[in-house]
């Protein structure tokens, strides 16, 4: 594995519920981002953080809500969502933005709403 | 924006033999291009990447090619053997990554 890890790694909840996906990176890098993997379709870009800041939102539903509180830590916090949510969520690392860093992937958070 | 096809989306190699999975890219603009092995229930991990002011670049039985003008760029595996069976994904990157849809290879004893 490498120094980003993501909890839970399952999570079944309710189209009403309200939970939150964590991720950690220790690999002392400044941008973390959340992609979104579903079956048959690339991975597909959330969200990207660097410095804490968040830089980038591909148009995802307001159901979808990042925090992330300081270089280290990114959270997903989620509520109201629908079956077609979903997916498998990658949360990544890189040492910084701008499309030239490799990115870093923690395991993942297989999400089902039922 | 930015658009990646790859093929093929499955492949089934015998073991020993040589894989070969390509890429293409729609924006010249495209500078840097990773490729990652997805094993099940992992999340994508990096296996070699290239920037565009290099042609080629190897590591062991990995290599991969780019060629800028024609906008594709392509990745070799030899000797490959049974725990190189995953899922590999290119992409190509200007701002964000972009990713190719995915090759599943699985390698036959």
């Known amino acids: 594995e490498t120094g980003v890890t993501q909890t839970p790694r399952h999570l079944v909840m309710g189209m009403t519920n309200k939970k939150s996906l964590k991720c950690e990176q220790h690999?002392?890098?400044?941008?973390m981002y959340w992609y979104k993997q579903s079956a048959k379709k690339p991975l597909e870009l959330m969200f990207v953080?660097?410095?804490?800041?968040?830089?980038e939102n591909n148009s995802v539903p307001s159901r979808f809500s990042p925090e992330c509180p300081n270089s280290s830590h990114l959270f997903l916090h989620l509520h109201t969502l629908q079956p077609e949510d979903s997916a498998l969520y990658l949360c990544?690392?890189?040492?910084?933005?701008?499309?030239?860093?490799?990115?870093?992937f923690g395991p993942g958070t297989r999400l089902t709403v039922l | 924006g930015e658009n990646v096809e790859q093929h093929p989306s499955t492949l089934s190699v015998q073991e020993g033999d040589s894989a070969v999975i390509k890429c293409t890219y729609s924006d010249s603009a495209s500078n840097y291009f990773p490729w990652y092995k997805q094993e099940l229930g992992k999340g994508p991990q990096l296996i070699i990447d290239i920037r565009s002011n290099v042609g080629e670049k190897k590591d062991q039985r990995i290599a991969v090619t780019l060629n800028k003008t024609a906008k594709h760029f392509s990745l070799h595996i030899t000797e490959t053997q049974p725990e190189d069976s995953a899922v590999y994904f290119c992409?190509?990157?200007?701002?964000?990554?972009?990713f190719g849809p995915g090759t599943r290879l699985s390698v036959l004893p």
């Open positions: 690999l002392g890098h400044n941008a």
């Open positions: 990544a690392s890189s040492p910084g933005t701008g499309g030239r860093d490799t990115q870093y």
């Open positions: 992409a190509a990157s200007i701002r964000n990554f972009v």
């Open positions: 953080y660097n410095f804490k800041e968040q830089t």
